[in-house]
């Protein structure tokens, strides 16, 4: 029964995601959201909270536009989406940022480092056994 109600949980979730991402993009017609991608939803058990993840354009732009525009709009998406859904209560919407595409970014950085540093101190390895080899000829 677990299993049904995760699964029944996912598929709420991936059908708000594909609702609230097409309310944002066609009805919102606040300013200060724009250019917003909703990544992932992540619903309660019961059904009645929504953590609704989305990405913008920075930080500073999200903390100060696109969430206030976000909090703003959140009473009509909610409307919009119980229109939408064939659900007995329609959740209550919270958003979030999301932070994976910056983390995967600074990830990606750390990698490259290590790879650029590992080059290096390849190189240096090879150009003193090089010399080690040309002194002892």
Not at 20 to 46: C, F, Q, S, Y
Not at 127 to 136: F, H, P
Request: charged share 30%.
């Amino acid at each position: 029964m677990s299993k049904t109600g995760s699964n029944r949980t996912s598929r709420v979730a991936d059908q708000i995601r594909m609702e609230v991402a097409d309310i944002l993009a066609r009805k919102i017609k606040d300013p200060r959201i724009r250019l917003v991608t909703v990544t992932d939803v992540a619903m309660t058990a019961d059904l009645k909270i929504a953590r609704i993840y989305v990405t913008a354009m920075d930080r500073d732009h999200f903390e100060q536009e696109t969430k206030p525009g976000l909090n703003s709009a959140v009473g009509f998406i909610r409307t919009e989406l119980g229109r939408r859904l064939n659900l007995r209560y329609t959740p209550e919407l919270v958003f979030f940022r999301d932070t994976g595409p910056e983390r995967g970014d600074r990830m990606e950085k750390l990698l490259n480092s290590l790879h650029a540093g590992s080059k290096g101190s390849t190189s240096v390895s090879l150009q003193e056994s090089t010399l080690d080899d040309q002194g002892t000829k």
